[in-house]
C-alpha cells in the first residue's frame, strides 16, 4: 500500500513563498513520475507541474518562472517551491504519483495541503 503525505501548506501573503512537500511510504513499488495538482473553490483540479524520474519537469503556464518542482527519487520525495505567490493560487494542493508495483500500474493522491494567499 503506497501512500503519499504532504506538508508545508499555510498562509502566505501576496509576494511570498512557501514550499510543499511530499512523499511516498511503502514498499514494493517504484514511481515513475511525480507531481503536484490543485484545485481551488468551485473550480475543478487543475494541472500544476509534475516531474519524471529522468528530470523532465511540465508546468502550468499559470506557475511557469515562479513555481519549481524537484523530486529526491532515493526518498520517493516531491517538492514544489512556490515564489512570488498570488491570491489567484489560493487552493488545496495535491501531490500525485504514478506507481509501478509489479506489473500494475496505479495513480495515487495525497490528502491535500492548503495555501492561502492573502494580505
Known amino acids: 500500500q503506497v501512500q503519499l503525505v504532504e506538508s508545508g501548506g499555510g498562509l502566505v501573503q501576496p509576494g511570498g513563498s512557501l514550499r510543499l512537500s511530499c512523499a511516498a511510504s511503502g514498499s514494493g513499488f517504484s514511481i515513475s513520475v511525480m507531481g503536484w495538482y490543485r484545485q481551488a473553490p468551485g473550480k475543478q483540479r487543475e494541472l500544476v507541474a509534475t516531474a519524471i524520474t529522468l528530470g523532465s519537469t511540465n508546468y502550468a503556464d499559470s506557475v511557469k518562472g515562479r513555481f519549481t518542482i524537484s523530486r529526491d527519487n532515493a526518498k520517493n520525495a516531491v517538492y514544489l517551491e512556490m515564489n512570488r505567490l498570488k491570491p489567484e493560487d489560493t487552493a488545496v494542493y495535491y501531490c500525485?504519483?504514478?506507481?509501478?508495483?509489479?506489473?500494475?500500474?496505479?495513480?495515487?493522491w495525497g490528502q491535500g495541503t492548503q495555501v492561502t494567499v492573502s494580505s
Open positions: 500525485n504519483a504514478g506507481v509501478r508495483t509489479g506489473g500494475t500500474f496505479s495513480i495515487h
